[in-house]
């Protein structure tokens, strides 16, 4: 987790890999707030662009920026799990699975294993977002 930045806003920006299906249809069903802001990670917007310089990978994991502060993989997996609405079968499984820190931790590994795993068999490359600063 990065350092909070107090001149952002409490929004709730969600950083994704846009060309990866599992992670689209993540990002379009969790259910936080009316605030929350999609983006995808191949994209280009000045919070990738602080999220990189912060040294966060985004094929190592999804990152959300919440009330200014920057969470990774599966920190920002289960924050947003305990964002969720407490009403609705969707978020009430969101928040079973990762609302436990260990669990998300636990589980994290293997859910981005998959996501490389279809990646690959998509043919799709990495988003290499630290590379390009090298």
Same mark, same amino acid.
């Given at each position: 987790?990065?350092?909070? *930045?107090?001149?952002?806003?409490?929004? @709730?920006?969600?950083? =994704?890999?846009?060309?990866?299906?599992?992670?689209?249809? =993540?990002?379009?069903?969790?259910?936080?707030?009316?605030?929350?802001?999609?983006?995808?990670?191949?994209?280009?917007?000045?919070?990738?662009?602080?999220?990189?310089?912060?040294?966060? *990978?985004? *094929?190592?994991?999804?990152?959300?920026?919440?009330?200014?502060?920057? =969470?990774?993989?599966?920190?920002?997996?289960?924050?947003?799990? @305990?964002?969720?609405?407490?009403?609705?079968?969707?978020?009430?499984?969101?928040?079973?699975?990762?609302?436990? /820190?260990?669990?998300?931790?636990?589980? =994290?590994?293997?859910? /981005?294993?998959? /996501?490389?795993?279809?990646?690959?068999?998509?043919?799709?490359?990495?988003?290499?977002?630290? *590379? /390009? @600063?090298?």
């Amino acid at each position: 987790m990065a350092d909070p *930045d107090p001149s952002a806003a409490d929004d @709730t920006v969600l950083i =994704y890999d846009g060309r990866c299906p599992v992670c689209v249809a =993540y990002s379009g069903a969790v259910d936080v707030n009316e605030s929350l802001r999609r983006i995808d990670a191949r994209g280009n917007d000045a919070i990738l662009a602080d999220a990189t310089a912060k040294g966060l *990978d985004f *094929d190592d994991g999804m990152v959300v920026r919440h009330r200014g502060r920057l =969470y990774h993989g599966a920190d920002a997996l289960h924050l947003m799990a @305990t964002l969720a609405p407490r009403t609705g079968l969707r978020n009430r499984l969101n928040r079973l699975l990762f609302g436990s /820190r260990p669990i998300a931790q636990v589980s =994290y590994p293997f859910l /981005r294993a998959g /996501r490389n795993i279809l990646l690959r068999l998509r043919g799709v490359g990495k988003i290499g977002n630290l *590379d /390009r @600063t090298a």
